[in-house]
RNA sequence: GCUCCGGUAGUAUAGCCCGGACAAGUAUACGGGCCUUUCGAGCCCGUGACCCGGGUUCAAAUCCCGGCCGGAGCACCA
């Protein structure tokens, strides 16, 4: 019985689903992408994101792009737009958007709020010491202020009457508490540092809880996925939250971060690797930035792919192999890359007797939506030197499309071989191959893991140099092809024949 | 050190809540074969796992206890 091939599709793509997400209401669900403008993003932000964004929309919801950025210090404008462009890129779409920042009144009001209900208080110990008490368990002095005198000191952060470092603004939490982080945790601190969006207009910022409490409540977010370096803060931001009357709490479901294999995606350790002088910038296509696995020719889908169906909400540290990731990525590609002749490490071939001649070889063995080129052809050709070192006299090989030769004698400088026909023969390997005077020079970049063994791999970059076929002249910037038992690869300069190697 | 949370093949996961058709499913990797004018794709076959020990039960990957190992948190970062 046939089936049509479009229903196998469909029932493929069916049947890779999320898992369905607790709580759930259809029409009902808004998540949120939180990032923190302080860094690049990267391919743990993207699986995050997308998981956030799958269920939104897996239940016809809602999505928010906010930006945690009330660190003024670590923000810079750059990585806001990093990680709009990334989300764009991965066909993310956001229904809606705001920062942190652009609620700091608010969050003074409700801190005001806090005060008033003597529920939050400024505490001037040295840090030292408030992390010293938060360790045994005991309050300092400071907590039993009283309110009107809270409320003074809080009004004179507020207008500068200290320095950084001087006061800041406790929650009345539980010195004992088992979770640590309700142990009065500290709300607003003193930073005196232009912030990228609004410049020195405030210098009380709140932290991470305070300020993410109250935002979850207000975009009306009912899930936060999220990773499980959060897990003990649930607890926290449902407290400050019903403290403020603010009594709606999104689900919470945490996991571990998604790691690669010898690629960290660790500022400090991807800045040691720069700083070693053993890549250049932030998006090499050997990190893990959004940039870095674009331009080593990963797919957005097959990113959205991998996320759907290798990811589990699991709490277990797990390291992913890329080649769990390059597979979808080549079942992506594969029906829809070219095809094309690329010879690393040329060796010149002369096949005697060979008939002057062209031919028409097809960019794909089976889409033939992808055309055709004309390859001419003489007697002289560059083959690749890995394929000219294993042949020995006699032996016959094909290059494609075009002939059969038999092999006279090797030598390191070139091979040389006599004409056997034309019609491809059963059971000859068959080689790729360019003209001896028709050809283009390429160059490959070929990224690999940036750790091995928790040490820097010193060759994690290698250089394949060999000669293209004229059609490589063709390939687009950005396009992804593969050169014929190389692998894919994508075109990564306008002007020069630079590729970078995605995988095989 | 303290507090949480985990541990299913090399890797990533399903199953665990609600014990029984799980002699543990899938993907990837690996080995073999078929197909193919690519060492790619596709198709077929195969190797390979429930951390350890005790307990509960007719029955445990699933429940309980202990151990070991791993992760996260213990910020005036997020």
């Known amino acids: ?248 709490h999104p689900v919470y479901i945490e996991y571990s971060r998604f790691e690669f294999k010898g690629t960290p995606v660790s500022k400090r350790r991807l800045r040691a690797i720069l700083e070693a002088g053993l890549a250049k910038s932030w998006d090499d296509p050997r990190f893990p930035t959004i940039e870095g696995v674009r331009r080593r020719g990963i797919l957005p889908e097959a990113i959205r792919e991998f996320t759907i169906t290798q990811t589990g909400f699991s709490y277990a540290k797990r390291e992913y192999d890329w080649s769990l990731l390059f597979a ?32 028409e070889a097809p960019y794909h063995p089976s889409n033939k939506d992808l055309g055709s080129r004309i390859l001419r052809a003489g007697d002289k050709f560059y083959i690749s030197g890995a394929d000219a070192k294993k042949m020995k006299p006699s032996e016959v090989y094909r290059l494609k499309y075009l002939l059969n030769f038999r092999v006279l004698d090797v030598r390191s400088d070139q091979v040389r071989g006599e004409f056997l026909g034309m019609e491809p023969m059963k059971d000859v390997q068959i080689i790729q191959w360019v003209p001896a005077d028709e050809h283009v020079e390429v160059e490959v970049l070929v990224p690999d893991v940036l750790y091995l063994n928790d040490e820097i791999n010193p060759e994690s970059l290698r250089v394949v140099r060999g000669f293209g076929e004229m059609a490589v002249e063709t390939v687009k910037l950005d396009e992804i092809i593969q050169f014929e038992r190389f692998g894919f690869c994508r075109r990564d300069s306008d002007n020069e024949l630079r590729f970078i190697f995605a995988h095989d």
């Open 1 to 248: 019985m046939e089936i049509a091939p479009e229903l196998l599709e469909a029932k493929r793509v069916e049947e890779k689903r999320l898992p369905p997400l607790p709580g759930a209401e259809p029409g009902k669900v808004v998540t949120r992408l939180p990032p923190e403008p302080s860094g690049y993003m990267h391919i743990g932000h993207a699986m995050s994101g997308l998981l956030n964004y799958l269920y939104a929309k897996m239940y016809d919801g809602r999505i928010w792009l906010r930006f945690e950025d009330t660190d003024p210090r670590k923000v810079r404008l750059e990585y806001y737009e990093s990680f709009r462009r990334g989300y764009r890129w991965l066909g993310i779409e956001w229904d809606h958007e705001k920062n942190n920042s652009d609620d700091m009144e608010l969050f003074y009001r409700y801190a005001e709020e806090l005060i008033r209900a003597g529920k939050a208080y400024v505490c001037t110990c040295p840090v030292e010491k408030i992390r010293r008490l938060r360790a045994q368990g005991e309050g300092c002095e400071h907590r039993s202020l009283g309110v009107d005198e809270n409320l003074s000191l809080w009004n004179e952060m507020l207008a500068g009457g200290f320095r950084e470092g001087e006061a800041i603004l406790r929650l009345v939490g539980d010195m004992k508490h088992t979770n640590t982080t309700m142990r009065d945790p500290a709300l607003f601190r003193i930073i005196e540092h232009k912030h990228p969006l609004t410049g020195s207009r405030y210098r009380v910022w709140p932290l991470y809880d305070f300020a993410v409490s109250i935002e979850d409540y207000l975009c009306g977010v009912t899930h936060v996925l999220r990773t499980s370096e959060f897990a003990l803060r649930d607890e926290l931001q449902n407290y400050i939250r019903s403290l403020l009357g603010l009594n709606r």
């Open 328 to 359: 979808i990525n080549r079942k992506i590609l594969d029906p829809v890359a070219r095809r094309l002749f690329f010879t690393p490490n040329p060796v010149k071939l002369l096949v005697e007797g060979a008939p002057e001649t062209s031919i």
